[in-house]
């Protein structure tokens, strides 16, 4: 028959469509999360070997953990803060870029500057806050010298503040990109009526920008707390070992071969920052903006 | 300070954007209180830099906007009791067309009660009561209209200030927005300022119609005075209807000029009292379109004609109640009568006919 044969074709062209997509998603993707979710319910034999079977023995142990909770909580904490100053300073340069720089090339110049950092590598980025934030750095070394204190603060390195610092100049750019890009899409015409209207530059933000941008600021937040959730290497380096992440604990489980535990924590993480991103994505209709 | 007229006086006003070109240059112009004002002109004549200038989101270069008695440059919009109601209208797309309407009395710290209630007045009278939940781009173009204007009136301006506000909408829409228009500033009886560049739509609308060319007014006067005595070939040929002719001053007697063209007859042209033409002196005259009078070569001119110019009809286009004949009487220039339909189709012409393009020798006005 004519038509169901036209319909096969047109649902084959549609597979054609997906296919470069899934063909990404599913090695790279779906595959390992898959693997990770089988091991999570495997048993060990302590020495690095998995015995394929079904154990809920792996979160039972998570769960259980005093650690776990610990772990979650500090990861936490380094997600809220790290989150709050890209935002704050991410909306800022994006609002200034968009706003106050009148000439469009400038602002697309000065959008690059910040990339810049980028240009090396991300431990480099991160080692070079050791000679600023050291003992003998350079900040303590200009308060000792302008007499503001006497002995160098021992805050500064290798501490929380060292953690969150560093995070907020890894991932400032992921705000800035988004927010940017949201309110650059602003018509300035917008702005004009809202001053034609009376509107005072807080009203401004406060009623056009800041709900016009809420899709770039829910984009970079993604970005920031699954990048901070998902990671624990610069709380290694930065806080000089006092410091642990959620993921640090799979790290030193991995090392040590347990490999189901890991793979439990794992998904365990994944599960909780789908909900987080959930919740993002409930309070912005991140798809609506975008094709606005 | 509170502006209470909204009378407007733009004197000397000069804006350059880059310290070389007047994208405004010298303009000096008064506006009555609660006039219908139309700036006219092709894009990028000065006509929306002026209109942002009443409204204060630009600053002259030079010269002085009076609006009520006070000189505002330098005041904000709120300050100068301006609204201006923007090309294709700068809604507010998160806000419903209530909050759009609201907005100005939500910034001025207005309760959320009393707002919502001025903002459903004005929605009222703007007939969208049944739209105010709505986003603006769930509205149609003339619906987004009505928003716009009302967005624009809640705050009671003495001066509307419109950027081309009938430009997004189609032909049938346009024509009865802009009743609306006219309507809504009776009701208001505050002066709006509308720029265009439909001829059409400023001499139906306005009181005063200003002229525009390369930031300087061309002419300004009402619409009947400018649509049929324009000052220059300019200020004709952008508004339209007429014929334009130039030549050479043949001869002056007592009450008229002969002008000659080329090889042609020579065309008679009453003078104006006030003007000095001397023989030899090259000036434009205008014919109005609807003013020509088609004959037959050999029939005899109707009453009063006195030119008779030997043409070929080019093209008709019928028009309904007017068919529109083009001739190639002017080497260079257009020619063109508007022809009443039933005079027309009493005798048609075809393309190619040779006819005698005349008229009643009053009706020709020399031009500056």
Same mark, same amino acid.
């Given at each position: ?23 990404? @998603?599913?090695? =790279? *993707?779906? $595959?390992?999360? +898959? &693997? ?9 034999? !302590? ?40 935002? @704050?300073?991410? =909306? *800022?340069? $994006?609002?200034? +870029? &968009? ?9 697309? !110049? ?183 | ?368």
């Amino acid at each position: 028959m004519p038509s169901s044969s036209s319909t096969s074709r047109s649902s084959l062209t549609g597979w054609l469509y997906v296919s470069p997509l899934v063909g990404v @998603l599913v090695p =790279f *993707f779906l $595959a390992p999360i +898959l &693997v990770v979710l089988a091991a999570s319910f495997f048993g060990s034999d !302590g020495f690095g070997g998995l015995t394929p079977g079904f154990t809920l023995a792996n979160y039972v142990e998570v769960l259980h953990s005093a650690l776990t909770l610990k772990l979650y909580l500090a990861t936490i904490k380094f997600t809220v803060l790290t989150w709050i100053f890209t935002l @704050l300073i991410g =909306f *800022f340069v $994006a609002y200034f +870029l &968009v706003f106050h720089v009148r000439n469009q090339l400038l602002a697309i !110049g000065l959008f690059l500057l910040c990339t810049v950092p980028f240009w090396t590598s991300n431990i480099i980025r991160m080692i070079s806050w050791i000679p600023l934030l050291g003992k003998e750095g350079l900040i303590n070394a200009a308060l000792i010298s302008t007499g503001v204190i006497r002995q160098p603060l021992e805050v500064l390195l290798f501490s929380d503040l060292a953690v969150v610092i560093a995070y907020v100049h890894q991932l400032t750019i992921f705000m800035i990109v988004p927010i940017f890009n949201a309110m650059a899409r602003i018509d300035k015409r917008l702005i004009e009526a809202a001053i034609d209207a009376g509107a005072s530059r807080f009203d401004i933000l406060r009623l056009i920008v800041v709900p016009m941008a809420k899709s770039g600021i829910a984009l970079g937040s993604i970005f920031v707390v699954s990048i901070v959730m998902g990671d624990f290497f610069v709380v290694k380096v930065m806080s000089g070992g006092g410091s642990a992440s959620v993921v640090s604990a799979f790290y030193e489980d991995v090392g040590v071969l347990q490999y189901p535990t890991a793979a439990a924590s794992a998904v365990l993480l994944t599960l909780v920052l789908v909900a987080i991103v959930s919740l993002i994505l409930r309070s912005v209709d991140i798809r609506r903006e975008i094709t606005r | 300070m509170r502006i209470e007229r909204g009378d407007i006086e733009l004197a000397g006003v000069c804006k350059s954007y880059d310290g070389v070109v007047n994208a405004v240059d010298g303009v000096n112009l008064r506006i009555a209180d609660g006039a219908y004002c139309c700036f006219i002109g092709p894009s990028g004549c000065g006509k929306t830099t002026i209109l942002r200038m009443i409204a204060g989101h630009e600053d002259p270069t030079a010269g002085e906007i009076v609006i009520g008695g006070h000189n505002v440059v330098g005041l904000p919009p709120v300050q100068r009791r301006t609204a201006m109601m923007f090309q294709s209208y700068a809604l507010f797309p998160h806000l419903t067309v209530r909050e759009n309407i609201a907005f100005a009395l939500q910034v001025r710290g207005q309760s959320k009660a009393e707002r919502l209630r001025a903002a459903d007045a004005m929605i009222e009278k703007v007939r969208l009561t049944q739209f105010a939940d709505r986003l603006p781009a769930q509205l149609s173009g003339g619906q987004q209209q009505r928003v716009a204007l009302a967005r624009a009136a809640i705050t009671e301006p003495r001066v509307l200030l419109l950027d081309e506000p009938l430009s997004a909408l189609d032909e049938q829409l346009r024509v009865q927005m802009r009743q609306e228009l006219r309507r809504m500033q009776r009701e208001l009886g505050i002066t709006f300022i509308h720029v265009t560049h439909t001829q059409l739509e400023a001499i139906a609308l306005a009181d005063l119609v200003v002229v525009m060319e390369q930031g300087r007014i061309k002419q300004a006067g009402p619409a009947r005075e400018v649509y049929a005595h324009p000052r220059d070939r300019y200020v004709a040929e952008f508004m339209g209807g007429q014929n334009v002719l130039s030549g050479r001053v043949a001869k002056v007697n007592g009450g008229s000029f002969l002008l000659k063209q080329g090889a042609r007859e020579a065309i008679e042209v009453p003078l104006q009292a006030r003007r000095g033409i001397g023989v030899g002196d090259t000036i434009d005259i205008a014919v109005r379109r609807d003013d020509v009078a088609l004959v037959r070569p050999g029939a005899s001119l109707p009453p009063g004609c006195g030119t008779a110019l030997p043409s070929r009809v080019t093209a008709i286009e019928y028009q309904g109640y007017f068919v529109k004949v083009m001739l190639d009487t002017v080497p260079d220039d257009e020619f063109v009568a508007y022809v009443p339909e039933k005079t027309f189709f009493a005798d048609p012409f075809n393309v190619g006919d040779v006819v005698l393009a005349t008229w009643v020798a009053d009706r020709a006005r020399p031009l500056a």
